[in-house]
């Protein structure tokens, strides 16, 4: 190591002495000096280029069923445990049949009761004709009643806006008289004729007259405008209650009419209550639970006494003798994947590294933190008895697999349409033309380049700077 810093140390005093010399033996028509620029370079080899999808997952079994609750209800007896082999149809627990006896009897009360609804409804269309007609005897004489009472009320209003209007004629008229006494009695006041009080007297009849007219006019003008089509409006109100209350009655009595498809209803909810009291009787049978399949029971969640709710899944059983692994791959990376690409299995349970292939490709996504993932399933070719149910692992799907290809690291790729990179030819920066393939996480396979070649990988803030030509020296490593 030291020798080589040596050498390069060396070469970097060469190269500086020369640049020096140049400088001075320039004459003054050409002052442009040669800058010699630092580049990192890579030696291009034909090499393994390989894609992956990385994803996590869980071992299962390959054959596996869920022990469901198929009766709501409490346990009475277990009869076997985790870890247990049992042959399809192997009880495995019973179910207090308590509720469903309980469940059946309020069936059977509410049949007897759908039962006398039945024979009501059945009497009410036997006799609804007969009680139609009455309902609609009612409704017609509570319309002639508030018609009646309507007239009493008009005639009521009239006969008082007259005696109103006759007491403010009279009022007036007193009125009118006193008005003239007032005015003749001020003539002869001023003509000395009357004494003073005899005025004053005149005056406040006058006005008392006067006050009691107001009065009555405002009694009259009140009457009028509030109690008078207050009193008719509320009777006119009762009247278009009264013949609305007909007009419905006429309109749905049809269409309350109890029909023959109405019995049918009846009927059929009766035959319905039945079907359930025999589906009842049928989950009495079911109190005992048995085995799906034959395997090896995972999990049994259950124990005696505990509360159990139908559709609920309590435990599996599944064949130990085959696993697969289940990922779920990430939507960037799952149009890379298919069946058959290969598998690379691995866990911080075991140091192996096991083999597999991908066998399933969900169709759908699952969104999974506001991510679409897929789920996938991996057939392992040979699990060497290291794996179990359940088993967190980490999996990397082999997308692409390209042998003897040359690859560079990505960043030494430029160009927007046309993409090129840099080589080193006698010192110098030559820019090459390439066409991009495939790429993996570090490097990117270009054509264009022959092995042996030397490619400049870098630094980035000199590769876009770089021309063509431009003298450069190669960095170590």
Avoid: H, W
Avoid at 1 to 14: C, H, L, P, R, T
Wanted: net charge negative; hydrophobic share 40%.
């Amino acid at each position: 190591m030291k020798k080589k810093k040596k050498i390069i140390i060396i070469s970097v005093i060469i190269i500086v002495l020369a640049v020096l010399l140049l400088g001075r033996c320039g004459n003054s028509a050409n002052q442009n000096q040669v800058v010699m620029v630092n580049v990192k370079t890579e030696e291009a080899v034909k090499e393994t280029l390989v894609t992956k999808a990385l994803a996590d997952g869980s071992v299962k079994a390959r054959e596996e069923q869920d022990i469901k609750v198929p009766l709501t209800g409490t346990v009475k007896e277990v009869f076997v445990k985790s870890g247990d082999f049992v042959k399809e149809g192997t009880p495995l627990y019973s179910i207090e049949d308590r509720n469903i006896r309980y469940s059946l009897e309020t069936v059977l009360t509410g049949y007897e009761e759908a039962k006398v609804n039945y024979e009501n409804l059945l009497d009410t269309y036997r006799n609804q004709d007969r009680i139609s007609r009455l309902r609609l005897e009612e409704a017609r004489k509570n319309l002639e009643i508030a018609l009646l009472s309507y007239q009493q009320d008009l005639s009521s209003l009239e006969a008082e806006e007259l005696r109103l209007v006759q007491e403010l004629e009279e009022m007036a008229t007193a009125l009118k008289k006193a008005e003239e006494e007032l005015n003749d009695n001020k003539y002869l006041y001023e003509k000395n004729a009357i004494a003073k009080n005899t005025l004053e007297a005149s005056r406040e009849r006058f006005e008392e007259l006067e006050r009691n007219y107001k009065r009555l006019e405002n009694n009259l003008n009140i009457f009028l405008e509030q109690r008078k089509p207050n009193t008719l409006e509320l009777a006119s109100l009762k009247i278009d209650n009264a013949r609305n209350n007909l007009e419905y009655l006429e309109a749905t009595l049809e269409k309350e009419k109890i029909t023959e498809k109405d019995l049918e209803v009846a009927k059929l909810k009766l035959a319905n209550m039945e079907t359930e009291i025999e589906k009842l009787q049928k989950d009495l049978e079911m109190a005992v639970v048995k085995a799906p399949m034959t395997g090896t029971i995972m999990n049994l969640g259950i124990k005696k006494g505990d509360r159990i709710v139908e559709g609920e899944t309590i435990g599996s059983i599944a064949n130990l003798d085959s696993y697969i692994v289940e990922v779920m791959v990430d939507e960037i990376d799952v149009n890379a994947v298919a069946v058959g690409q290969d598998v690379i299995i691995t866990s911080d349970a075991f140091s192996a590294e096991l083999e597999g292939v991908v066998t399933f490709i969900a169709p759908g996504g699952t969104n999974v933190g506001n991510i679409n993932k897929y789920r996938t399933e991996i057939d392992i070719i040979d699990a060497k008895g290291l794996l179990r149910p359940g088993m967190f692992v980490n999996v990397e799907i082999i997308t692409n697999r390209l042998e003897d290809v040359i690859a560079v690291p990505s960043l030494a790729i430029l160009g927007d349409d046309e993409k090129f990179v840099f080589v080193v030819e006698e010192g110098m920066a030559r820019k090459r033309p390439v066409e991009v393939g495939m790429r993996s996480l570090s490097k990117v396979e270009i054509r264009g380049v022959e092995a042996g070649e030397k490619v400049i990988i870098g630094p980035y803030s000199t590769l876009i700077t770089l021309d063509d030509g431009k003298p450069v020296f190669e960095m170590g490593e």
